[in-house]
């Protein structure tokens, strides 16, 4: 069964701070990892995918099949990044069935 | 409308009513998916459409909960005789076709059982 782990609940730092939200997860199959989010009073959106390789505000995330994580990156925290955050798997060509772990609610204080 | 549009925004109603909740999806949409979120959960998958049959419903919790939806569009998440513990956020969401693994959100329906 798929299974994706947010450990931590809450997560608050200064402006201008590293930030790393973890994410880790459980399939045996072969993974497509994505991150959305969700600021204040918007809706849910997709932030990043695995596949895409890319820094979207300048966020990153790298699978490592290792260690099965996906943590979410920014070397220097901005106040705008405070928003829940929600690491999803779906199997790669497979079910379309996104699963979403239980988020992370980030606050970059100044 | 340029968005995913879900209505009614909020519902309270009594326990042992059917509730029915509405997704219109983004035009061209041929994905729509259902999604409950409950007071400090993660997202837990109802089920998914892909034009207007549904290959995955693994997510509904149990018989009282079904869903339909009418070609490419519109679609009706009803739950009968509802329970207290159905109280959630309801989320609807809509992708162009599966590829991308991008969904598109609406707001959400909150129903509160009394």
């Known amino acids: 069964a798929q299974r994706v782990t947010q450990p931590e609940k809450l997560l608050s730092v200064f402006k201008g701070a590293p930030v790393e939200l973890k994410c880790n997860y459980s399939?045996?199959?072969?993974?497509?990892l994505f991150w959305y989010v969700q600021y204040s009073r918007q809706r849910l959106q997709l932030l990043l995918r695995?596949?895409s390789r890319e820094s979207i505000k300048g966020f990153t995330a790298d699978l490592n099949k290792g260690e099965t994580s996906f943590h979410l990156k920014k070397p220097f925290a901005q106040e705008e990044d405070s928003a829940m955050y929600y690491c999803?798997?779906?199997?790669?060509?497979?079910?379309?069935?996104?699963?979403f772990g239980k988020g992370t609610k980030l606050t970059v204080n100044p | 409308g340029a968005g995913v549009s879900q209505s009614p925004s909020n519902k309270v109603t009594e326990k042992g009513k059917d509730v029915e909740l509405r997704c219109d999806p983004i035009?061209?949409?041929?994905?729509l998916y259902w999604y409950r979120q409950r007071l400090g959960q993660g997202l837990e998958f109802l089920i998914y459409?892909?034009?207007?049959?549904?290959?995955?419903k693994s997510g509904l919790p149990s018989d009282r909960f079904s869903a339909e939806r009418t070609g490419e569009s519109v679609s009706t998440l009803t739950i009968q005789r509802t329970q207290q513990e159905d109280s959630a956020v309801y989320l609807c969401?809509?992708?162009?076709?599966?590829?991308?693994?991008?969904?598109?959100f609406g707001e959400g329906s909150r129903l509160t059982v009394l």
């Open positions: 969401a809509s992708s162009f076709g599966t590829l991308t693994g991008e969904l598109f």
């Open positions: 399939y045996s199959g072969s993974p497509e």
């Open positions: 695995h596949i």
């Open positions: 999803a798997l779906r199997n790669w060509g497979g079910s379309e069935k996104l699963v």
């Open positions: 035009s061209g949409h041929t994905a």
């Open positions: 459409f892909q034009g207007n049959s549904a290959p995955d």
